[in-house]
């Protein structure tokens, strides 16, 4: 289902930031928010899988793309050099080729809803017990931020990535977090913002890599 949910916001009248806070740190009045459905299903795991997530998700959901009819190579190249170039979508020419490598092989899958990550049990370990941010490694944050969160809300987490400032509402000052409690963040990193472009994670990032960009995130702030 191609993401005009977001666009039907402004015919609408609600506005909100995908964290839920003004772009200037400012006070705001209490405005009523439209909660949108979640996309059914994720990217498959994958070689380029990323990309996808970074990318394709921008304008439209996963479901789009498996609801396409099976496309050579070259005709994936074709629909990805469109994006970038008709649609404004920041990839970059080095991801093209491997995004389309990554499409054909979504040809023939029919995939079902995603169940979150499993966790091992090093990993349970590594959590258990701790507040999340005592848990995380900001290091390990600042990679995941890199690969996943950059593009909308730029490198110093001010809302002003390469579409930041196009979505609507546009991407959240997330130096602005200091306000909000640990979990109040993680449970956006996790299920996302209604109403904005903000996407869910639990299906792509586990509980530890969770952690960790919470951690980075506290970073961020002044």
């Known amino acids: 289902m191609i993401r ?11 506005t909100d930031f995908a964290w839920g806070l003004p772009a200037d740190g400012g006070s705001r009045e209490q405005v009523s928010i439209l909660h949108l459905p979640s996309d059914p299903i994720s990217f498959q795991p994958g070689p380029g899988s990323d990309l996808a997530n970074r990318y ?6 996963a479901e789009y793309v498996y609801m396409q009819p099976p496309h050579s190579r070259e005709q994936w190249m074709e629909i990805v050099n469109k ?47 701790r507040s999340p941010n005592h848990s995380g490694d900001p290091l390990k944050g600042e990679s ?5 969160c950059l593009t909308c809300h730029g490198p110093g987490g001010k809302g002003d990535g390469p579409i930041g400032q196009a979505l609507i509402p546009p991407a959240a000052n997330l130096t602005l977090l200091g306000k909000q409690s640990d979990k109040t963040v993680l449970e956006t990193l996790r299920n996302g913002r209604p109403g904005t472009a903000m996407p869910s994670w639990k299906n792509d990032l586990n509980a530890l890599e969770l952690n960790h960009l919470l951690s980075f995130l506290r970073t961020l702030t002044p």
Not at 4 to 12: C, D, G, N, T, Y
Not at 86 to 114: H, K, R, W
Not at 144 to 148: C, D, T
């Open 4 to 14: 005009v949910w977001i666009f039907l916001l402004l015919l609408i009248g609600a």
């Open 83 to 129: 994006m970038q170039t008709t649609f404004g979508c920041p990839i970059s020419d080095e991801d093209m080729a491997p995004l389309s490598d990554y499409l054909v092989t979504q040809n023939s899958l029919q995939p079902s809803p995603s169940a979150p990550p499993v966790q091992s049990d090093e990993q349970k370990k590594e959590i258990a017990g």
């Open 144 to 148: 995941l931020y890199k690969r996943h």
């Open 56 to 61: 394709c998700l921008i304008c439209h959901s």
